[in-house]
């Protein structure tokens, strides 16, 4: 599935190169490949020399430093995702009216999904419009504007079918903030439409400074409309307040009393000694529920997604623990002192039979590798219950091993008169290398005294989970709220970074012996230069993430202008029009670490929210944010640029038809951005767009979510949607090379 969208390009970009002309002497503006070109701004590295290189040659070495750009690109944008992580996982303490200390959550989730992580998603496509325009002196670049529709394609219909496929077995994943959803859907679309009526409407060819200052002041319009729908504004006679909005944690039975003075201040308390007071078992149970704020974010998918690129593990996403025999794991690296034990007792359905019935009370339950034991209960229901009777209980391997991860158990359990219910308690083994969640059963077999099974629940599976970062996501939490002014931990942080970066990439669990495959040398070979020079990013720690978020912002933004050069090139020996690079390659090599993060998104949560939602939140940062700031700034300097640059801006547009009637309404300077081939590349956008959100609204009608479902229709949807993707890029490509016309 993934291949396609890399046949489909290739295959327009060979039609393109099939009907390519040499470039034409004596052009006084000649293409970034040819002699005497001054539009690169890095590349070509030895000029006109190169242009006399073997086209060849040249292609191989073009594309073969393109892909290497892209991989710096994902590898940056994944520390800059881990920055944003940082940040938005920001909590703090604070004391209510009543008096009591409740934790926070700082960021809202919705608020920071439509931010901060589509902006990480999206700031490869944002910085290339920002640099195209800074360094043309604020005339549009070839490639920035249509490599923001192309980026929109591929995201909504490409990852879209992806995800539809990641879901097996027949599993359904749906939306669950379905008005957070709408919004977006509909806004990304309306988004595509907007640049439709400024482009070809309104003012034809000009983006004037009104024009601009509205395109970018939607962003901020939908990050409120989205926080009041996330709180569940708009619905009357329902809960103001969202269930994954919820961003208030009652540490009333985990925190000390509050002083006088706490009360007194009631406001939000930071920084320094918000632990201070507090005992061993008050800090445990603060690492514990504050874990609870901390849902899993796209942030975090994108790090998995991303982390056999840059050598780091890729971090287990936990769902909320069904069942945990212990919490020692969560604080046992931060006090030493293991935490009670919990456990979870079900109740019988209330069904009365005429003879009894035994089962387990759970057929799943979770437990902490350092637990100690696991409790699972059997309970028998129906008939006269004052008799007594045994039944058969066994452990049997799936992915654990019994005497390694836990001791095997074999025994009859006895139910006394009157007696309900049983626990039985299993022994985990606890050991100190790092493994993946693993998994045995018990089954129940040969009741006695007339009883039978219940069919339905003869067998539970017991999950074993690595508690090594759980211990450390609540260290890093509890850190949080007490003394961040610890530099020798960011300082040790740091080395680790260029170490690791140096290093070839190995999990904790892989023997030491274990000798690294090629695969695993090949891509260590071809990024470990990147992984040296980004390993330069502060460690996240330091600042709350914020420092982390700037360098890396930077470092995003001068490595656009190597990929606008090395892509613009390679268009050109291809004789590719730069329209088609751009909705292709630029928009494949940007977009590529989001379909690996969405994947790993939709196949981790409980619902299709961060998979779907990142999509469509994405995709509507790209035109407010990615279109609107680099045309707000243009539109202010040419608002305000001299008589002299005046002139020089009506002789460079001095053909242009759009121009030539804006001067004659009595238009002055402006930014131009001709409509060209991207009036009809944003028309099929939009009703593949629209016809992609129907379909995905028909899923969840007829199957109860927009991911998974039947196997067959799964993957009927999701060659559709490549298909819609395909015909985008295909008629784009047709338009492109003028192989057919279309005026508006």
Same mark, same amino acid.
């Given at each position: 599935?993934?291949?396609?969208?890399?046949?489909?390009?290739?295959?327009?970009?060979?039609?393109?190169?099939?009907?390519?002309? +040499?470039?034409?002497?004596?052009?006084?503006?000649?293409?970034?490949?040819?002699?005497?070109?001054?539009?690169?701004?890095?590349?070509?590295?030895?000029?006109?020399?190169?242009?006399?290189?073997?086209?060849?040659? !040249?292609?191989?070495?073009?594309?073969?430093?393109?892909?290497?750009?892209?991989?710096?690109?994902?590898?940056?944008?994944?520390?800059?995702?881990?920055?944003?992580?940082?940040?938005? +996982?920001?909590?703090?303490?604070?004391?209510?009216?009543?008096?009591? !200390?409740?934790?926070? #959550?700082?960021?809202?989730?919705?608020?920071?999904?439509?931010?901060?992580?589509?902006?990480?998603?999206?700031?490869?496509?944002?910085?290339?419009?920002?640099?195209?325009?800074?360094?043309?002196?604020?005339?549009?670049?070839?490639?920035?504007?249509?490599?923001?529709?192309?980026?929109?394609?591929?995201?909504?219909?490409?990852?879209?079918?992806?995800?539809?496929?990641?879901?097996?077995?027949?599993?359904?994943?749906?939306?669950?903030?379905?008005?957070?959803?709408?919004?977006?859907?509909?806004?990304?679309?309306?988004?595509?439409?907007?640049?439709?009526?400024?482009?070809?409407?309104?003012?034809?060819?000009?983006?004037?400074?009104?024009?601009?200052?509205?395109?970018?002041?939607?962003?901020?319009?939908?990050?409120?409309?989205?926080?009041?729908?996330?709180?569940?504004?708009?619905?009357?006679?329902?809960?103001?307040?969202?269930?994954?909005?919820?961003?208030?944690?009652?540490?009333?039975?985990?925190?000390?009393?509050?002083?006088?003075?706490?009360?007194?201040?009631?406001?939000?308390?930071?920084?320094?000694?918000?632990?201070?007071?507090?005992?061993?078992?008050?800090?445990?149970?603060?690492?514990?529920?504050?874990?609870?704020?901390?849902?899993?974010?796209?942030?975090?998918?994108?790090?998995?997604?991303?982390?056999?690129?840059?050598?780091?593990?890729?971090?287990?996403?936990?769902?909320?623990?069904?069942?945990?025999?212990?919490?020692?794991?969560?604080?046992?690296?931060?006090?030493?002192?293991? @935490?009670?034990?919990?456990? #979870?007792?079900?109740?019988? $359905?209330?069904?009365?039979?005429?003879?009894?019935?035994?089962?387990?009370?759970?057929?799943?339950?979770?437990?902490?590798?350092?637990?100690?034991?696991?409790?699972?209960?059997?309970?028998?229901?129906?008939?006269?219950?004052?008799? +007594?009777?045994?039944?058969?209980?066994?452990?049997?391997?799936?992915?654990?091993?019994?005497?390694?991860?836990?001791?095997?158990?074999?025994?009859?359990?006895?139910?006394?008169?009157?007696?309900?219910?049983?626990?039985?308690?299993?022994?985990?083994?606890?050991?100190?290398?790092?493994?993946?969640?693993?998994?045995?059963?018990?089954?129940?077999?040969?009741?006695?005294?007339?009883?039978?099974?219940?069919?339905?629940?003869?067998?539970?599976?017991?999950?074993?989970?690595?508690?090594?970062?759980?211990?450390?996501?609540?260290?890093?939490?509890?850190?949080?709220?007490?003394?961040?002014?610890?530099?020798?931990?960011?300082?040790?942080?740091?080395?680790?970074?260029?170490?690791?970066?140096?290093?070839?990439?190995?999990?904790?669990?892989?023997?030491?012996?274990?000798?690294?495959?090629?695969?695993?040398?090949?891509?260590?070979?071809?990024?470990?230069?990147?992984?040296?020079?980004?390993?330069?990013?502060?460690?996240?720690?330091?600042?709350?993430?914020?420092?982390?978020?700037?360098?890396?912002?930077?470092?995003?933004?001068?490595?656009?202008?190597?990929?606008?050069?090395?892509?613009?090139?390679?268009?050109?020996?291809?004789?590719?029009?730069?329209?088609?690079?751009?909705?292709?390659?630029?928009?494949?090599?940007?977009?590529?670490?989001?379909?690996?993060?969405?994947?790993?998104?939709?196949?981790?949560?409980? $619902?299709?929210?961060?998979?779907?939602?990142?999509?469509?939140?994405?995709?509507?940062?790209?035109?407010?944010?990615?279109?609107?700031?680099?045309?707000?700034?243009?539109?202010?300097?040419?608002?305000?640029?001299?008589?002299?640059?005046?002139?020089?801006?009506?002789?460079?547009?001095?053909?242009?038809?759009?121009?030539?009637?804006?001067?004659?309404?009595?238009?002055?300077?402006?930014?131009?951005?001709?409509?060209?081939?991207?009036?009809?590349?944003?028309?099929?956008?939009?009703?593949?767009?629209?016809?992609?959100?129907?379909?995905?609204?028909?899923?969840?009608?007829?199957?109860?979510?927009?991911?998974?479902?039947?196997?067959?229709? #799964?993957? @009927?949807?999701?060659?559709?949607?490549?298909?819609?993707?395909?015909?985008?890029?295909?008629?784009?490509?047709?338009?492109?090379?003028?192989?057919?016309?279309?005026?508006?």
């Amino acid at each position: 599935m993934v291949v396609s969208p890399y046949a489909a390009a290739i295959l327009a970009l060979i039609g393109a190169a099939n009907a390519a002309e +040499s470039c034409p002497v004596n052009d006084p503006e000649p293409d970034i490949c040819c002699k005497g070109t001054t539009s690169g701004q890095i590349f070509p590295l030895f000029k006109d020399d190169e242009a006399e290189w073997p086209k060849a040659l !040249r292609g191989f070495l073009y594309a073969l430093g393109t892909a290497w750009m892209f991989f710096g690109v994902a590898i940056i944008a994944d520390l800059f995702m881990a920055a944003i992580e940082e940040i938005t +996982s920001k909590i703090y303490l604070h004391t209510d009216k009543t008096g009591k !200390r409740r934790v926070h #959550r700082f960021w809202n989730s919705t608020v920071a999904n439509l931010s901060l992580m589509a902006l990480g998603s999206s700031a490869p496509e944002i910085m290339l419009n920002v640099q195209e325009v800074v360094v043309l002196d604020f005339h549009v670049g070839p490639l920035g504007t249509s490599t923001i529709v192309g980026s929109a394609a591929f995201n909504l219909l490409v990852i879209t079918a992806v995800v539809v496929s990641a879901i097996t077995g027949g599993e359904v994943k749906k939306i669950e903030t379905l008005q957070v959803y709408f919004l977006t859907a509909s806004v990304s679309v309306f988004a595509y439409i907007w640049m439709l009526i400024i482009l070809l409407f309104a003012s034809p060819g000009i983006i004037t400074l009104a024009e601009a200052l509205l395109t970018f002041s939607f962003f901020w319009i939908l990050l409120v409309a989205a926080y009041l729908c996330d709180r569940k504004c708009f619905m009357q006679g329902a809960k103001k307040i969202a269930p994954m909005s919820k961003t208030v944690g009652d540490m009333s039975t985990a925190l000390p009393p509050s002083t006088s003075s706490d009360k007194a201040a009631s406001a939000i308390t930071t920084g320094d000694g918000q632990l201070d007071g507090m005992t061993v078992e008050q800090k445990q149970k603060l690492a514990l529920q504050s874990i609870e704020l901390q849902p899993p974010t796209y942030a975090g998918a994108s790090r998995n997604a991303m982390a056999w690129l840059t050598g780091k593990k890729a971090k287990p996403v936990y769902r909320k623990l069904k069942a945990m025999a212990s919490v020692k794991g969560l604080t046992e690296g931060l006090t030493g002192v293991a @935490a009670a034990s919990l456990k #979870r007792i079900g109740g019988s $359905s209330g069904e009365v039979k005429d003879h009894q019935v035994v089962k387990f009370n759970e057929e799943a339950v979770d437990v902490l590798e350092n637990a100690g034991s696991v409790i699972v209960t059997i309970e028998r229901e129906g008939g006269d219950l004052e008799t +007594s009777i045994t039944v058969e209980l066994r452990s049997h391997d799936i992915s654990a091993t019994a005497g390694k991860d836990y001791e095997a158990v074999e025994e009859t359990v006895a139910f006394a008169k009157g007696e309900a219910t049983k626990q039985v308690k299993i022994k985990i083994i606890d050991d100190d290398t790092w493994e993946k969640s693993e998994n045995f059963r018990v089954e129940l077999s040969s009741p006695s005294g007339g009883a039978k099974l219940d069919d339905r629940a003869t067998t539970c599976v017991v999950q074993i989970l690595n508690d090594d970062h759980l211990k450390e996501n609540a260290n890093k939490l509890l850190q949080k709220l007490g003394n961040r002014d610890k530099m020798h931990v960011v300082m040790t942080a740091w080395k680790e970074q260029f170490v690791d970066a140096i290093h070839l990439p190995k999990d904790d669990g892989d023997d030491a012996d274990a000798k690294p495959g090629l695969q695993v040398w090949a891509v260590h070979i071809f990024v470990v230069f990147w992984k040296v020079v980004f390993a330069t990013v502060p460690p996240v720690r330091l600042g709350g993430g914020w420092p982390a978020f700037w360098v890396s912002l930077i470092y995003i933004g001068g490595m656009t202008i190597f990929v606008s050069d090395l892509c613009g090139l390679f268009g050109c020996v291809l004789g590719c029009p730069p329209a088609i690079t751009a909705i292709t390659f630029v928009a494949l090599g940007t977009s590529m670490p989001d379909m690996f993060a969405s994947k790993g998104s939709a196949e981790q949560d409980e $619902s299709a929210d961060n998979s779907i939602g990142n999509i469509t939140g994405s995709n509507c940062v790209n035109v407010f944010l990615g279109l609107g700031l680099p045309w707000t700034i243009s539109a202010v300097y040419w608002a305000c640029a001299s008589e002299e640059e005046t002139d020089k801006w009506k002789i460079k547009y001095e053909n242009n038809t759009d121009v030539k009637k804006w001067i004659r309404d009595g238009g002055g300077a402006a930014f131009v951005v001709p409509a060209g081939d991207l009036g009809l590349s944003v028309i099929v956008f939009c009703c593949c767009a629209a016809t992609c959100l129907l379909t995905l609204g028909a899923r969840r009608i007829l199957y109860g979510g927009e991911l998974g479902g039947p196997a067959g229709t #799964r993957t @009927a949807s999701s060659i559709f949607f490549v298909a819609l993707w395909v015909l985008y890029v295909t008629i784009s490509s047709l338009k492109s090379t003028g192989k057919i016309e279309f005026n508006i």
